[in-house]
Structure formats: C-alpha cells, structure tokens
C-alpha cells in the first residue's frame, strides 16, 4: 500500500498543477495565489493551498492538495471502534465560483487514506480511496449538465459498466440538503470507502480514481468557456446569491469532510475556501412560476437521469 501512497501523493501534485493552469486559462486575467502550510499539531505532514479570486471569470475558488499523518483522531477511533493508530491522508479538493451565474459552481475532490497499528506506520492494515465531482447551475442548460455527466460516464465506463450510475446515485443522495427537500445541483460522482475486495484490488481502484480526476477539466472547461461570456442582469446576479446560500447551508450542515475538518482541528483557511464570498439569505425567498428559476428548483426536487 505504501507505493500507492507515493503513487498517489505524485497524482496530486500533478493534478493540482494542470487544473489551475486550465482555470487560468479559463479566467484569462487572474492567476492563483500559493499558500504552503505545515499541519499543527500531532503528527506531520502539510499542504499547499492555491486560492484564485476577483478574475475575469472566478469570483472565488480553490484547487487545494494536502498529506497529513500521525495518530488517529478521536473522531477516526471511534468510527472504527479502535483504541489507537496511526494514519495517512492525501487528497485533493477544489471549488470554483464564477462570478457569472450563467457559469455553474463545480466542485471536486480525490483522495487515498491508509490506516496502521501503530506509530512507526511501516505496515498498513487498511485502505481506501474516495472523492467524486458534481455540478452546481444557477441557471440550468441541458447539455451543460449532459455534458458534464457524459465525461464522467466515460471514466467511469473504462472501469466497469456499473460505476457510473452507481456513483451517479451516490451523489445524488450525498449532495442534497434534506432540510430543503433539493439537491446542492446536478450532480455528478460520489464514492468513498473504495476498498480491496476479491473482485477489486487496491490497485484497480487507484486507477480508477485517478482516471476520475483526470476527466475534471474535459468536464468543467468547455462549459465554462461556453457561458462566461453570456450577458446577465442585476436580477439575475441576485438569485445566484440566493443559491449560493443553499450551497453554504450544505457544507456548514452535511459535508462530512468540512465537519472532519472542523472537528479534528483542520486549517480552517483551507476548510472554508469552499464558500462562495457573496451570499444573500432573503427571508422566505420563492421565485415566480414559469420561471428559469422556479425551472432550476423544480429540477433539483426531482434528481434526473442526465443521459438516455
């Protein structure tokens, strides 16, 4: 497992670097600016954050990576009813917020966690991979949407024939604000707890994954580039303020990984570099019917199968 490990934390390197030289193309202005941090605390490892804002097209976003290791949180023990060891985390996550709202919100995330007896982490006792990608339109064109989930499909399809929808499903019931009866958006991917089985080895869900975050800018780019030049009003910015707040709700409220984070004493920075910088929670707020708003809402009450 510790090849994997070393495999893995090269991917994110790599990865990290070729998303943001693709959103900077994207922005065509603004450029990432790199934070590197060393984890506090027990343990070792650290982190580099890359954080884009005020561009010609990314009002606010984030292709953050980190490898972090040491004793096993308390929260961790108990999810797994053991009293001690020792783990190593290493991922990638990232969200982007245009500022136009004809430009959806996307976001994403790879990640590998290995887990040990003890201190000295020479020999894993268990492994596993996780992450996915999903879609979040303010204002809902089809094909972005078909788009989006038929490259997914693609990866996923190099795999097994079962992957996409089985994840597809997952993310549909992950990314959905239950306190609201709608999804976060269109969804996409989610999977986690990707282990080896008799059918399944260690490698071929590392392959898997990175094949996932390998799809990323072939999902996300052409639509950004299709939208970001597309007129909008006042009206219109107003009502991705509103959504976006329904996109806040969602990861203050649901999100395992921002209560992970915030419970086991993550960097805050990097934890909260998910929220969008403007938000509006008007009280009580419904669009009128027959709408492109009251469409969009109508859609995520009733998740859809994107492609035939």
Known sequence: MSEIKDNFSNYIDNLQNEICSAMEEIDGSARFREDDWDRDGGGGGGGRTRVIEKGGVFEKGGVNISRVWGELPDPIKKHFDVDQGSFWAGGLSLVLHPKNPMVPTVHANYRYFELYD???MTESTDGWFGGGADLTPYYLFEEDAKHFHKTLKSACDRH????YPEFKKECDNYFYNSHRGEARGVGGLFFDYLRAT???SLDDWYEFTTDIGR?????YRPIAEQRKEMPYTPGQRYWQEIRRGRYVEFNLVHDRGTLFGLK???????ILMSLPPEVRWDYDHHPEEGTDEAKLLDTLKNPREWIS
């Open 118 to 120: 003890d201190e000295s």
């Open 160 to 163: 097994h024939p079962d992957y």
């Open 198 to 200: 008799e059918e399944t």
């Open 215 to 219: 799809a990323f800018v072939e999902s």
């Open 264 to 270: 086991t004493g993550g960097r805050i920075e990097s």
